[in-house]
């Protein structure tokens, strides 16, 4: 994972080539879509290059329950 320069087509990706997420955002909602295409192809091991609805689906629905997840356990102490 690394940081990178924001631009305005989008805030984050995951280049399944090189197996690297890149964040160019705070929003943790970017992060979790992007570790959800990482899971995706770490499970399936052939994403598509281009943005198949499928993916983008599976993605979507995964960040929203890592997000609720994530935003409704209470804190470690």
């Known amino acids: 994972m690394k940081a990178v320069l924001g ?3 989008n805030y984050g990706y995951y280049s399944w080539d090189r197996k690297e997420i ?3 955002t705070k929003q943790e909602c970017v992060f979790f879509y992007e570790v959800a295409h990482s899971a995706h192809h770490i499970i399936k091991d052939n994403l598509k290059s281009c943005q198949d609805p499928f ?3 599976v993605a979507e629905l995964s960040a ?3 997000a609720l997840m994530v935003f ?3 804190p470690i102490r």
């Open 7 to 9: 631009n305005y087509s």
């Open 55 to 57: 993916q983008e689906i």
């Open 22 to 24: 890149a964040i160019a």
């Open 72 to 74: 409704t356990l209470p």
């Open 64 to 66: 929203q329950a890592l």
